[in-house]
């Protein structure tokens, strides 16, 4: 029975120490992004803010359009966006303090992520034909 528990004991304690190197690793992947906010549109009852911003990971990555929806009390996080991540440029605006609308353009590259829900606030997508002058 001894001899079958150390090699379990064993396994766990590996599992262990891969999970936390993992974390540390992703933590540390996580130090060396950055956010630059491109514009910041609050919620029209104030509560929450959209921030639309640029996300670049270093020399070797390039930069990505990103959408963070949080609470106005919160501080602005450095990861990566929680509702919505593209490599084109894309608008949003809000319809009412539960709904948020994105623009964003169907010739560019498909959106790598796109929430329909962030916290409580519903995410509507809208693809339009734009030109670049839409977003000066």
Known sequence: M??????ILITIIVFVFIFMGAKFISKELDNMCGNDIKQKISSPNGENVAYIFER??????????QLSIIDSDENFPNKSGNAFRFDGKFSVEWL??????IIYDKSSEKPY??????????V?????????????
């Open 2 to 7: 001894h001899k079958k528990v150390k090699p």
């Open 56 to 65: 670049s990971c270093g020399a070797t990555t390039g930069f990505s359009s």
């Open 96 to 101: 009412n303090e539960n709904t948020l609308r």
């Open 113 to 122: 992520k796109m929430e329909k829900k962030v916290n409580h606030i519903n």
């Open 124 to 136: 509507l997508y809208e693809i339009r034909k734009l030109n670049h002058t839409d977003f000066d």
